[in-house]
């Protein structure tokens, strides 16, 4: 999402006459686009401004702007204080940057001091239309926000409500993504299930996939899910269009009722795991990952099982496993006590240890057969080329046997837990060239 952000962000820079530098070293103003997930985040944030500050200090002039989720927390405005910050933009207000810093442009010829701010929603999602990206892959945002109030999480803090962006507006800049030689794009949103609830004569997010898809892309994604609203009918699509990716990111979070209700998740494991099931039975070859985060505050020894369980009876092919991180504002930071890190970091290690089993069969049994592997990255200055598959998997071809990016048959030949290794197969049947010319 914040990758989508800083391209809407630079392309209206440039449209406003500014030029990207080729380094920070070299830029007079520097944007900091930032997370507040986690904890780790933040930290590399308080560290780049400090550096920064002490540039300033031994003469550099630049101007600082702190942008992103943190920019719309109260943390971030006392970082932003503290280290002489220019910029405080949240991400609700990007649209608005060109905006502050003529602003800010007018108050540094002399008028007064102080940090320029753009913070809060707009009551729609803006219509601003980035350029396609160049390259292959794209993110298109479909949402903003989200109306789920998990205890430990500080989003529907820094990016509101949910608000459903027209399908009109997203067709348009999926068309002309398209129309650019997008080959795969990846429909963004923290809960795109939810997509258009609550706004009458809205599509569904199955309604809208299907619309996607039918543009022609060689691949669709979307990223994120809530099992809440996985629908039939989201499955359905998934497995009736081929160009729809049979990779299924849902996140599980705990494998614990209990701990699940302390996180304010509003299924339950049974429910979640028959979700799984169902996914399963339809779609074929499908790949499912999950977030799992561990040693939530008066997560027992009990609960832990539980999740280890559940992770095993899902049957996990991939997932991004964390340890639970505090974050100040949120109701689990305010109401629970945090456990021993120790215990936490054991746990994970645990968990991760039986992923990492599970992943390696998974992948072990893809040797010998061919999978789509859209090529992005040819690998100039290593041995291999890399790409994923529709699955998402990581998939590593020798460099020297690709000789252009796109879409390739890719037989497997050795996998790891994290990534497969191929020979691409014969002429590249769904290359590049075919991509740009349809
Ligand atoms: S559904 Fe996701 S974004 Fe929304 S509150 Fe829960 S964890 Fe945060």
């Given at each position: 999402?914040?990758?989508?952000?800083t391209?809407?962000?630079?392309?209206?820079?440039?449209?406003?006459?500014h030029?990207l530098?080729a380094?920070?070293a070299?830029?007079?103003?520097l944007l900091l686009?930032t997370c507040?997930?986690?904890?780790?985040?933040?930290e590399?944030?308080?560290?780049?401004?400090?550096?920064?500050?002490?540039?300033?200090?031994?003469?550099r002039?630049?101007?600082?702007g702190l942008?992103?989720?943190?920019?719309q927390l109260?943390?971030?405005?006392?970082?932003?204080?503290?280290?002489g910050?220019?910029?405080l933009?949240?991400?609700?207000?990007?649209?608005?940057l060109l905006?502050?810093?003529?602003?800010?442009?007018?108050?540094?010829?002399?008028?007064r001091?102080g940090?320029?701010?753009?913070?809060?929603?707009?009551?729609?999602l803006h219509?601003y239309?980035?350029?396609?990206?160049?390259g292959?892959?794209?993110?298109?945002?479909?949402?903003?926000?989200?109306?789920?109030?998990?205890?430990?999480?500080?989003?529907p803090d820094?990016?509101?409500?949910?608000?459903s962006?027209?399908?009109?507006?997203?067709?348009?800049?999926?068309?002309?993504m398209r129309?650019?030689?997008?080959?795969?794009?990846?429909?963004?949103g923290q809960?795109?299930?939810s997509?258009?609830?609550?706004?009458?004569?809205?599509?569904?997010f199955p309604?809208l996939?299907?619309?996607?898809?039918?543009?022609?892309?060689e691949r669709?994604?979307?990223t994120?899910?809530?099992?809440m609203?996985?629908?039939?009918?989201?499955?359905?699509?998934?497995?009736?269009?081929?160009?729809?990716?049979n990779?299924?990111?849902?996140p599980?979070?705990s494998?614990?009722?209990?701990?699940?209700?302390?996180?304010?998740?509003e299924?339950?494991?049974?429910?979640?795991?028959?979700?799984?099931?169902?996914?399963?039975?339809?779609?074929a070859?499908?790949?499912i990952?999950?977030?799992?985060?561990?040693?939530?505050?008066?997560?027992?020894?009990?609960?832990f099982?539980?999740?280890?369980a559940a992770?095993?009876t899902?049957a996990?092919?991939?997932?991004?496993?964390f340890?639970?991180?505090?974050r100040?504002?949120t109701?689990?930071y305010?109401?629970?006590t945090?456990m021993?890190?120790?215990v936490?970091?054991?746990?994970?290690?645990?968990?991760?240890?039986a992923?990492?089993?599970?992943?390696?069969?998974a992948?072990?049994?893809?040797v010998?057969?061919?999978?789509?592997?859209l090529?992005?990255d040819?690998?100039r200055?290593?041995?291999?080329?890399?790409?994923?598959?529709?699955?998402?998997?990581?998939v590593?071809?020798?460099?020297?046997?690709v000789?252009?990016?796109g879409?390739?048959?890719?037989?497997?030949?050795?996998?790891?837990?994290?990534?497969l290794?191929?020979?691409?197969?014969?002429?590249?049947?769904h290359?590049?060239?075919?991509?740009?010319?349809?």
């Amino acid at each position: 999402m914040n990758e989508y952000d800083t391209h809407t962000i630079q392309s209206e820079l440039v449209a406003g006459g500014h030029e990207l530098a080729a380094h920070p070293a070299d830029a007079d103003l520097l944007l900091l686009n930032t997370c507040a997930v986690r904890g780790k985040p933040v930290e590399k944030v308080v560290s780049v401004l400090g550096d920064l500050r002490k540039q300033r200090s031994e003469g550099r002039d630049v101007t600082v702007g702190l942008m992103g989720c943190l920019a719309q927390l109260e943390e971030g405005r006392e970082v932003a204080q503290k280290f002489g910050v220019d910029l405080l933009v949240g991400p609700g207000a990007i649209t608005d940057l060109l905006e502050a810093l003529e602003e800010y442009g007018s108050l540094r010829s002399g008028e007064r001091g102080g940090m320029i701010e753009r913070l809060g929603f707009g009551p729609e999602l803006h219509d601003y239309q980035p350029p396609p990206p160049r390259g292959l892959s794209g993110f298109l945002t479909i949402m903003r926000g989200c109306n789920h109030h998990c205890t430990y999480c500080i989003v529907p803090d820094t990016r509101g409500p949910e608000v459903s962006r027209a399908p009109e507006s997203v067709l348009r800049e999926a068309a002309a993504m398209r129309a650019a030689g997008v080959a795969e794009v990846t429909l963004l949103g923290q809960n795109v299930n939810s997509y258009g609830m609550g706004q009458p004569g809205m599509p569904s997010f199955p309604e809208l996939l299907r619309a996607v898809a039918d543009l022609g892309f060689e691949r669709v994604k979307f990223t994120t899910s809530h099992p809440m609203n996985f629908t039939s009918e989201l499955i359905d699509v998934i497995a009736t269009h081929p160009n729809v990716c049979n990779y299924i990111h849902l996140p599980m979070q705990s494998g614990s009722d209990r701990v699940l209700r302390r996180m304010a998740r509003e299924y339950r494991i049974e429910r979640y795991l028959a979700i799984v099931r169902e996914i399963r039975e339809k779609v074929a070859e499908v790949v499912i990952s999950t977030d799992v985060i561990v040693g939530f505050p008066g997560e027992t020894e009990e609960d832990f099982q539980a999740t280890l369980a559940a992770a095993e009876t899902a049957a996990f092919e991939q997932a991004y496993m964390f340890m639970y991180s505090a974050r100040p504002g949120t109701p689990s930071y305010k109401h629970f006590t945090d456990m021993p890190r120790e215990v936490k970091v054991e746990r994970l290690q645990r968990l991760i240890e039986a992923q990492k089993a599970r992943s390696l069969a998974a992948n072990e049994a893809l040797v010998g057969k061919t999978l789509r592997v859209l090529v992005k990255d040819l690998g100039r200055d290593s041995r291999y080329a890399v790409g994923h598959s529709d699955q998402n998997h990581t998939v590593l071809v020798p460099a020297e046997s690709v000789s252009s990016m796109g879409v390739k048959d890719v037989t497997i030949t050795g996998a790891t837990p994290h990534a497969l290794y191929g020979e691409a197969v014969g002429a590249a049947p769904h290359g590049i060239e075919l991509v740009m010319a349809s």
